[in-house]
């Protein structure tokens, strides 16, 4: 017995260490975004100027190390305004437009078909009718639309990002409930006497609540390219606040003759997207029960 249970410990151990072990490509991601967090909560700290002030003599200066001075580290832009605290600023803008709204598609998302999972019938076709409109309809097209109706105030533009990617939650959460209420474990429950509201909240929500995560963090990098891409046309954030997609609009009126304006937020957003594609990758793998 000794002889065949060793290899089979062995290669217990042996997974298991490959199963803790986090990807190097993983930690330079997660640095990544507790870095960007980190400027995002210290932004009125960290930036050296305020995102309005103008310095004419210093237009179109270019970082520190290409011909510019340590004062403009990343240079300014056309009005001669710090790159540096435009990005600062930028940074969290952005993050908070993005985590807002994918807060806000996950709740609305998850209701939804918490929903269709406990109502069925007619019901359950409605979300589902919605679900399917959602999926067919293009969205810039719809931002566009009530943007440019209602006007781009901040508050609105987050709940209309919200709107994005909640049909994905959905259909997830749908699922997930439905199996939920075919095992044992909301059956009893429910024998027992308790409400739906507790049922779904205290018992399926923390069961199916890795998979609903796993799936933010996939939608986030989606909500992060729509908010730069409606601000690059214009439709987001507008003067004088500042996103990473404002200040790649403004930026491509000088790509030739200052790419800095441009590049700066450009490469926030590439590593940003990248970093938490990779870490909802690698947080899928570990806390989905079918992956071995």
Sequence with gaps: MSVTTAPVAGSIGATRRKRTKVPVLVIVALTWILGIILVALLADYLRPYGITTLDLRSRLQPP?????TVRHLFGTDELGRDVTSR??????????IAIGATVIAAVF???????AAHFRGWVE??????????????????ALSVLAFFGNALGLFVVLMGLY?????ARISRGLAIAANAQGYAAAVRQLGAKPLRIYLGHVLPNI???LIVSATLSFPEVVLLESGLSFLGLGVQPPMTSLGNMVGYGREYLTRAPWILLAP?????????????????LRDRLDPTLS
């Design 87 to 96: 990005l600062v600023v930028s940074i969290r803008i952005s993050l908070m």
């Design 64 to 68: 520190a190390g290409f011909g510019g």
């Design 125 to 142: 076709q409605f979300v589902l009718m919605l679900i399917d409109f959602q999926a067919s309809m293009p969205f810039l097209i719809l």
């Design 209 to 211: 609540a890795s998979t």
């Design 165 to 169: 990617g909640w049909e994905r939650h």
């Design 266 to 282: 450009s490469t926030v957003i590439v590593l940003t997207t990248l970093s938490v594609s990779l870490v909802g990758d690698w």
């Design 109 to 115: 998302g998850t209701t939804m078909g918490f929903l």
